[in-house]
């Protein structure tokens, strides 16, 4: 069955602090992951990543994927209030692309 | 910038009652999704839709739940006889075309529903 697992669940930082969180997958014709940050509400989106060691970067934010380690991980430098979210990573199912599958999200939260 | 919108933003309704969520996707986009996203779980997909027809669902979107395309831009998630478990954020979604695209989901702000 297809999953997408991320790690950890939550994460208590304090401002400043570099943060690293995980997603792991195994779905059936990887084409693309992609990672969202959800505040109140709607998953706003990040990046999205289809080739393997190629390092995406916005800001204070980055990620990268490990097709051999069936990973991604998404970085961030000099935490700031404003970065507590969950972030979730999603892949989505080929090859019709209709089904994204969501990981439960990690939950951070960023203390001044 | 372009946005997909979802109404009503909260709902509150009586197990039995049917509810309809209502979205307004990004008028370019040809891909359209409901989601939803139970207090504290991960966010599930329920169904997309496609040139007018549904073209993959999930187990949970069962004979209780349906949706339309009514018009040019609304998109519908219909949910009949709502249970106490349907509670639940719906989220709206929709992505551009192409073929095997990988392109980002676009997401409304989504609708509370809250079954008494």
């Known amino acids: 069955e297809d999953k997408v697992v991320q790690s950890p669940l939550s994460l208590v930082v304090h401002e400043g602090d570099t943060v690293t969180l995980n997603c792991s997958y195994e779905v059936t014709n990887f084409r693309s992951l992609l990672w969202y940050k959800q505040e109140k509400k709607a998953p706003t989106f990040l990046f999205m990543l289809?080739?393997?060691?190629i390092e995406k970067k916005s800001g204070r934010l980055s990620s990268i994927l490990d097709k051999k380690e069936l990973s991604s991980i998404l970085n961030i430098t000099a935490t700031q209030t404003g970065d507590s979210a969950i972030y979730l990573c999603?892949?989505?199912?080929?090859?019709?692309?209709?089904?994204?599958?969501f990981g439960t999200g990690t939950s951070l939260t960023v203390i001044p | 910038e372009p946005e997909v919108t979802q109404t009503p933003s909260h709902q509150v309704t009586q197990m039995g009652q049917e509810v309809i969520l209502r979205c307004v996707p990004i008028s370019n986009h040809l891909y359209f999704y409901w989601y939803r996203q139970i207090l504290g779980q991960k966010v599930e997909f329920l169904v997309s839709?496609?040139?007018?027809?549904?073209?993959?669902k999930s187990e949970i979107f069962d004979d209780q739940f349906s949706v339309e395309r009514p018009d040019g831009s609304n998109f519908t998630l219909k949910i009949r006889s709502t249970k106490l478990e349907d509670s639940a954020m719906y989220f709206c979604a929709s992505r551009g075309s192409g073929t095997g695209d990988t392109g980002e989901l676009f997401f409304g702000e989504g609708s509370r529903l809250t079954v008494l």
């Open positions: 999603a892949v989505p199912t080929f090859p019709t692309g209709n089904q994204f599958y």
């Open positions: 289809t080739s393997s060691g």
């Open positions: 839709f496609y040139n007018n027809e549904i073209s993959e």
